[in-house]
Nanobody, 123 residues
Framework: QVQLTESGGGLVQAGDSMKLSCVVS????????VGWFRQGSGVERKLVAATPWGGGSAEYSDFARGRFIVSTDSGLNTVYLQMTNLKPEDTAVYYC????????????????WGHGTQVTVSS
């Protein structure tokens, strides 16, 4: 069973940066994408960014492009989400997910999820 463990959330001020980590363990051979999603109170889980497992260019949502960067350390099986210039509207629980499908932007197609990490940005 693939397991994902997020870390790195917390409380920051607007304009600050934060780096989230997602450790992927277990049988990862069939994974196609690892994605970062976020979910605010009362809203659906939305894609932040996704990266092909095994290498390739990451894909970003419009609100993330230019401020957030996804990177992977294949030796550590860890996917990072570097967030800069954070805004109060970035406040949400951030989830790391992994999918065996190519539809990286649809939360419902993800097979595995971490427990999430809270990111709170104060104004």
């Amino acid at each position: 069973q693939v397991q994902l463990t997020e870390s790195g959330g917390g409380l920051v001020q607007a304009g600050d940066s934060m780096k989230l980590s997602c450790v992927v363990s277990g049988p990862t051979l069939r994974l196609k994408f690892v994605g970062w999603f976020r979910q605010g109170s009362g809203v659906e889980r939305k894609l932040v960014a996704a990266t092909p497992w095994g290498g390739g260019s990451a894909e970003y949502s419009d609100f993330a492009r230019g401020r957030f960067i996804v990177s992977t350390d294949s030796g550590l099986n860890t996917v990072y989400l570097q967030m800069t210039n954070l805004k109060p509207e970035d406040t949400a629980v951030y989830y790391c997910g992994a999918t065996r499908n190519y539809a990286y932007d649809v939360a419902g197609t993800y097979d595995y999820w971490g427990h999430g990490t809270q990111v709170t940005v104060s104004s």
